[in-house]
């Protein structure tokens, strides 16, 4: 099986497999018992920590364990508009559903959407625009890439506008994480969030970065775990394999991407020579995240026959975001930005895929089109 | 170095690190994937809700997976609360630190803590009174068995009396899922709570049970994951060891609990022959939870220099709940239910202790408090 779906999730590396044994054997302890057995699960909390905080350029303080990116947007954001008694949220209509779901039950806020252009960019004069008429405490919500079109946010422009209109900033940063060298010390971000399955972790282990200096409310209550912004026992063997995979993910930074861009250049390349009527969506073929491509073939068939045939070759890629519970569903944001069915399918790469998989990919979806 | 303290935490099995591996390397897919390698993830989870669903006697549809028991209380009891329109909680004042906490930020609804004798027990006419007094929609939480002192629910009673009284119950059973045989089809609890790392398997995974036919709204919004009701990538690795830890408790319940009944019978005697003037705290001597044992030596010494004392001596006890982030603090419990220091240590057991622990440890108390 041909895995081009790493946006969803990325197979685990044996190194991280390695470390969460290693913990699972030696370092079980609960961190909040105070006997050494416990201590020694708290030491290698903590060391997961400063990793974390080393490569993402942050203080250890800044960095808060959940379970996932989405439990960091979905229990934050609502104690950010709490505390921070938000009036205003300016985001945009093609964030990820934990977003916009958690935005949209939100009481008390008044939304704005930014308006989008065909590869799901505003303009930041649109931002200023908004940012500059909300009157009262404002909370800009944007992701780093779009995960399915990998739209970039024009990071240090945005970042600008927010300081110099005193908004807040969340970034969902789950796609950037692992793939960019992100420096939180140089950044005017407020909040950042990612999950460690996205760059070849384990499931069930995210970030939430906050900003030094700001204190806030527990998102769950209980022992007081995470300096009492979330309790329940923390989760160390995935934790401390978090950590391994964001260092590995830091340390082959360059080759890894370098890597990745060979492929994607290679099958765009090789996928229009193939198929030269084949259309992509967003900027995703030039600029725009570089871990994948979204591409729609000249087939008129349903989306459940593409992913049947797709799989019966052997291509694992995905026709939507992986968030919708296994229900066969066109994406969200490829409807919203072109308001057709366009039989969108996004091809994403990971350091661990070969020229040689790219060469079968293109086979197989060459074998679709002209086999109609 | 001897371990006493699997009430805050228990060593993982084998069989449950071995799955866990297996899923690892053979079903790392995001189950919210359509394609084959995320359906081999997303089987893998529905096989581990249905054998979960199984052990407990319970539907697959009433099983919810969350990160943590502490999640299940912390986000669920607030949904409840909304949802039904809930007036009043009656709940007792030596909860997890969860339940209170949780409860006590819960605006609009008034709390009612029910009486209790120096064992953490409550009378069931004190209950009925409440119920019968509290005029609207009624939650009651309660713990099957206490993690500090192990007093144990009269289960079946409070049930049938929130039955009469058309109170919802919310029964945290940290403590029991995986060391009683717990039916959900016999029993009338509403909700219950569960985490993995309690009975030998991985941490960052818990089990939320909710009756069949109520639906609430989603604890985190998002992908729409747990049929809406949390959403966040499913942590399957975490998981199906969960559900490989429930099976093998469920199959081998009858000899673990014959083994750590033996256990501590036989500590209980030893240690009144060692240090005859030993007090034990609430009704774990006799009867309460089998797991645990809540005691406290003769000496006048500060918890710090007690688990100083402890540690070096290799044996691992707990001096209050677990939950407490590290800081060496009185069990709340103990404090609540003797208004005094007293210097309490819980002592519990799993079945991988052996006889020959059991006298070491003794050995140990004895020396610390006859070399006092």
Chains 1, 2 share one sequence.
């Not at 590995?248 to 193939?274: G, M, N, V």
């Amino acid at each position: 099986m041909i895995y081009l779906d790493n946006t969803a999730t990325t197979p685990l590396l044996p190194e991280v497999i390695d470390e969460m044994n290693r913990i699972f054997k030696q370092a079980w302890g609960n961190p909040s018992s105070i006997h050494s057995i416990g201590q020694i699960a708290k030491a290698e909390l903590e060391s997961a920590r400063n990793t974390i905080a080393s490569v993402l350029s942050a203080k250890s303080s800044e960095i808060y364990f959940t379970a996932s990116a989405t439990e960091g947007i979905g229990l934050m954001i609502p104690n950010i508009i709490k505390k921070n008694q938000i009036q205003h949220i300016i985001t945009s209509p093609i964030e990820h559903s934990a977003v916009l779901k958690t935005i949209q039950h939100c009481e008390s806020v008044e939304v704005h959407m930014l308006d989008l252009d065909k590869n799901g960019a505003f303009k930041l004069s649109n931002l200023e625009d908004k940012l500059s008429h909300c009157k009262g405490n404002k909370l800009v919500v944007l992701m780093h890439a779009n995960n399915e079109i990998g739209t970039l946010l024009p990071f240090k422009k945005v970042s600008e506008l927010c300081l110099q209109y005193e908004a807040l900033l969340f970034c969902d940063m789950v796609q950037t994480i692992g793939k960019y060298d992100i420096s939180f010390s140089k950044t005017n971000v407020d909040f950042a969030v990612a999950s460690a399955h996205k760059f070849h972790g384990p499931k069930g282990a995210g970030i939430l970065y906050i900003k030094s200096g700001r204190n806030y409310p527990p998102m769950i209550f209980g022992g007081g775990q995470e300096r009492e912004m979330r309790s329940g026992t923390e989760n160390v063997p995935a934790i401390a394999g978090m950590a391994k995979a964001i260092e590995l993910a830091k340390k082959d930074l360059t080759s890894r991407s370098q890597h990745i861009q060979h492929l994607k250049s290679y099958f765009t390349e090789r996928i229009k020579e193939e198929i030269p009527d084949i259309k992509f969506n967003g900027n995703s073929q030039n600029g725009g995240l570089y871990t994948l491509i979204n591409i729609s073939l000249p087939l008129k068939i349903s989306p459940e026959v593409l992913n049947m045939k797709l799989d019966m070759a052997g291509l694992s890629a995905s026709q939507g975001s992986a968030c919708s519970s296994g229900v066969m569903k066109n994406s969200s944001v490829i409807q919203y930005l072109y308001g057709e069915n366009r039989n969108a399918l996004r091809l994403s790469f990971s350091f661990l895929n070969t020229i040689h998989e790219i060469e079968q990919a293109v086979d197989i979806l060459k074998n679709i089109v002209h086999k109609k």
